[in-house]
């Protein structure tokens, strides 16, 4: 494969049969069984130990904003675009709806939280950990503010959502310096821990 932009047309294309609505092109496709791969959130050891989750905007991440809060711990959100930071504790966040309702707009150098789970939604994912968003590079950015800001914790753990059909084997050539690798995939039926971060 030749580019980033290939491996997201021939996810959205294979994907589109598990797909929920709006269509997957362009997006972060929402799928059918995110709700069972989110729910693996609580198979992993860090994540009961976790105080504070991160948690991107996307769809598929619904129902993991929705444990986060369940088992009482902070959610740290960034609302669509980057265009600011939300710190829920309680009520819902499901939504983007819901999230800018039960959260309360914080500027990063006055934030006093250490984030343990950083999660986020992927176009593509390879068994190395490389993931491809959707082309705007906010995931990427999101990750290295926040830790360029000290909030991500010394071992915080990277976690993406995907459905089986968004995961290859390997597409390091295509990866650059921005790019951060994730530590665990979460599937509706599996938790696939990437090679040397066990």
């Not at 496709?29 to 995110?34: D, H, K, L």
């Not at 930071?85 to 006093?112: C, H, P, Q, S, Y």
């Not at 690798?181 to 990437?194: E, F, G, K």
Request: proline letters at 5%; charged letters at 35%.
């Amino acid at each position: 494969m030749r580019s980033k932009q290939e491996i997201r047309e021939i996810v959205w294309k294979r994907i589109e049969k598990f797909s929920r609505f709006p269509p997957p092109y362009g997006r972060i496709p929402n799928f059918i069984g995110a709700e069972r791969a989110c729910e693996r959130l609580r198979e992993l050891e860090e994540y009961k130990r976790a105080k504070a989750v991160f948690s991107a905007p996307d769809s598929p991440l619904r129902r993991a904003r929705e444990i986060v809060l369940e088992d009482s711990k902070t959610l740290l959100a960034v609302k669509p675009k980057m265009k600011g930071f939300l710190v829920i504790e309680r009520g819902r966040a499901g939504t983007i709806k819901e999230m800018m309702r039960w959260g309360r707009d914080v500027g990063l150098d006055d934030l006093n939280i250490r984030v343990d789970i950083f999660l986020q939604g992927c176009v593509a994912v390879d068994r190395k950990g490389n993931r491809i968003g959707k082309g705007s590079g906010f995931g990427d950015k999101e990750f290295l503010i926040l830790k360029e800001k000290g909030i991500l914790s010394d071992d915080c753990l990277y976690v993406v959502i995907a459905h089986p059909v968004q995961i290859f084997d390997d597409f390091d050539h295509l990866m650059g310096e921005h790019d951060v690798r994730v530590d665990v995939i979460l599937t509706p039926d599996d938790v696939i821990w990437i090679e040397g971060n066990t």
